[in-house]
């Protein structure tokens, strides 16, 4: 049991990484011409590892409560929310200027919404498929 999990873990790792970083090395996602960097792919794959994780744990979940879905959806609305306050706010105290607008430009790429769809399902596909 502990090397299957070891194993589904290394399987999601490899999907989690490759599938955005694939999906980013053609071609630039935006029509002024401008690249993505190592912050704009880091914060698409931790997105899709916050989405993923949550929805592994409602895999998990065998009573649904209030509470479940609390951490469940709130859990991935949380960090959408985070994701774009600390975009704006926290630059301005020199903490992390080169997050300035990453929030933004994540969430106008449409790379980044596909992906949003397809790697957690992909990922997860096969663990829902072993619980069927």
């Avoid at 895999?59 to 991935?76: I, P, Q, Y």
């Avoid at 630059?91 to 929030?103: E, F, H, V």
């Avoid at 790429?109 to 069927?132: I, M, N, S, Y």
Wanted: aromatic residues 18%.
């Amino acid at each position: 049991v502990f090397w299957g999990h070891c194993i589904n873990a290394l399987i999601h790792s490899i999907i989690l990484f490759w599938f955005p970083l694939k999906m980013l090395e053609h071609d630039s996602p935006f029509t002024n011409g401008q690249g993505n960097d190592y912050l704009f792919a880091g914060n698409m794959v931790y997105t899709y590892v916050v989405v993923t994780v949550c929805l592994k744990a409602g895999m998990e979940t065998t009573a649904w409560t209030r509470f479940s879905h609390l951490a469940v959806w709130g859990s991935m609305v949380l960090w959408m929310v985070f994701f774009a306050v600390y975009s704006v706010f926290w630059p301005t105290i020199p903490i992390a200027p080169d997050m300035l607008g990453q929030a933004g430009k994540v969430m106008q790429c449409w790379h980044f919404w596909l992906g949003l769809v397809l790697v957690p399902t992909a990922c997860l596909l096969k663990d829902f498929a072993w619980a069927a």
